[in-house]
């Protein structure tokens, strides 16, 4: 089967730190921009949800034609957002959890300025191996 995904974290600023299209679907040259836009839109949504729930995981906040945006909220506001075509809540979840935890380990690196670019060719890999083995 295949997928279309794309992930991005947000900062707290809406400022975009990392980008990845970890789909497995054929690659259109409209795609990325396409899926940048969707994500962005969806932005506003997740600032007025981020405020009225506790939850971390927010399921799907957005749709556009059969994509939908799921969200993960960290405490510091940092938003992990996967634009996704797949039904797979608990593996939606997973992801992002272990990416939560990989970013964390990038916060924790005493040469990364919080909120800049993630640039990490390590991250980036790790961060495709665990939407291979969920999305």
């Known amino acids: 089967m295949t997928t279309t995904a794309c992930f991005i974290i947000v900062s707290r600023n809406d400022i975009p730190i990392y980008e990845a299209e970890v789909g497995s679907s054929a690659k259109r040259e409209d795609a990325a921009q396409l899926h940048q836009f969707v ?3 969806a932005l506003d949504v997740v600032q007025d949800l981020a405020w009225t729930t506790s939850v971390m995981f927010l399921k799907a906040i957005d749709r556009f034609n059969d994509l939908v945006v799921s969200v993960y909220v960290t405490a510091g506001h940092t938003r992990f957002m996967l634009l996704h075509d797949s039904r797979n809540d608990d593996g939606i979840k997973s992801f992002f959890q272990e990416v939560h935890e990989l970013y ?6 005493p040469l990364y300025l919080p909120g800049s670019r993630i640039t990490s060719s390590h991250f980036d890999t790790k961060v495709r191996a665990i939407a291979r083995k969920y999305l």
């Open 39 to 41: 994500l962005h839109a």
């Open 104 to 109: 964390i380990k990038i916060l924790l690196n």
